[in-house]
């Protein structure tokens, strides 16, 4: 949760995040929501599809899904 959250944080540009805010309240829009799924692949070694983003858009969604993967 540490790694996603510290993305978030640098690609939304804030230090104050909270696990269950909302990406898209936070002012997240595609062009971010893409950055991020980059940056999950390049950083974290996750390609994430898109819809999975929008269907968990706070940092404990993902990481949840993310401890989801095989």
């Known amino acids: 949760m540490d790694e996603v959250r510290a993305i978030w944080c640098r690609e939304l540009e804030r230090s104050d995040i909270t696990p269950e805010q909302d ?3 936070l002012g997240g829009h595609s062009v971010i929501m893409a950055r991020i799924q980059r940056a999950y692949i390049d950083e ?4 994430i599809p898109i819809d999975e983003m ?4 706070t940092i404990a969604s993902i990481s949840a899904y993310l401890e989801s993967l095989p």
């Not at 974290?44 to 390609?47: D, I, K, R, T």
């Open 23 to 25: 990406f898209f309240a």
């Open 44 to 47: 974290m070694g996750y390609e």
């Open 54 to 57: 929008y269907r968990n858009p």
